[in-house]
């Protein structure tokens, strides 16, 4: 008999499983594909990987800016992904050598939801029944398939894509055209536009990166465009087909050239084939109903991860697993969203956390503002020549603390841990103004921009 099965062996579940196995928990895990997820596997690691290829690549062609001159300079694709593969191979054998070493219990297989009886969960994978006292569900997301005409058809040859198939290609597209300006669809623009492609963006919003301030969203799509990606917004795509991407929008249809077409619409939880309905777990719209304990409505049953469709983060689904596991430990615990970080891997990076001014307006939250460009940062014009990156602070005006910071330029995804903590912590800004940043570096811009509000 297991204390904890867990359904998924993504960021959610093999974090819960190596944090119950180190509590001494009998666990089991259940992963139907490769331990790590989506995101170890055709997402977070493998992208940023590529990413990086393709900041190096960008770095020796333009050298010369920094005295460095370089000669023919080429990148290998099938290099690219061959590396790519070998950071994921031993960050995917790190992990299992962890849960091995916390005696988790791992099953390769379909996990499905038989019954909840006598404060047992039972969970058949193949022929097999697994038994335990509670049930982590951590099924993850999968990419979303719109009905578009031409889209399954090119799933099929090989000419859309998902972000599984665009990590394994192994050709630079001449025309790339991505459907959806969030996340994925913005960082593997970056990619392919600084590898040769001709990049074009579809997006059905007026504006790029979903949730994200608008302002910085706005200054993300200049510096995007002035690299040559092009952008069409309020426009719906109609139909994909004979080597193009259709489009309409206020000045009718159009279309776009397209060698390969990366779908990137967004994600939905992973609930079907599991069968909740044997044992009621409540799904809204798709994602699992959870409180902030991460427990359904069904008792010792739990969810965490993008299946409980909250943050769909790998950092939100670690920090969901963690409060989980405490839970089930009698350790009092509790998740907080306020201050969830969130990064965009492009070229400039960027990064943001708390309230954007949308959300203060819709708030109705007595705020003000500042914006600096990262140029008040030494280290940033020592780095970055012609750099357009900025900070945005969001203050409360009531309470002088930190609302919101907005990030764009280089180290931003580091940069924003620290205005993170100021946010969870609720630090007043006359505290920050006393704290001592190491000079020079990026960081100081956020310093910085505390002393001009």
Known sequence: MHELIILGGGPAGYLAAERAGAAGLATALIEKNKIGGVCLNEGCIPSKTLLNSAK?????????VYGVHAEKVTLDQPAVIQRKNKVVKKLVAGITATLKAGKVNIINGTGTILERADGVVRVAVGDQVVEGRRLLIATGSEALVPPIPGVKEGLLDGTVLTNREILDLQEIPQNLVVIGGGVIGLEMAGYFQTCGSQVTVIEMLDHIAGNADREISTALQQAFTIQGIRFHLNSQVTRVADGKVYFKNSNGEQAVAADRVLLSVGRRPVTRDIVLENIGVDVVRGRIVTDRQGLTNVPDVYAAGDVNGAWMLAHAAYREAEVVINTILGKKDIMRYQAMPSVIYTNPEMAFVGETEETCHEKQLNYRKVVLPMTFSGRYMAENDGGN????????????????????????????????????TEMKISDIKEFIFPHPTVGEIIREAIFHT
């Open 389 to 424: 990156g900025l900070i945005k602070l969001l203050v409360d005006n009531d309470r002088e603390r930190i609302l919101g910071c907005h990030l764009l330029g280089g180290y931003a995804s580091e940069i924003i841990l620290a205005a993170g903590f100021m946010v969870e």
């Open 56 to 64: 190096i690549y960008e770095h020796a062609k333009h050298g010369q």
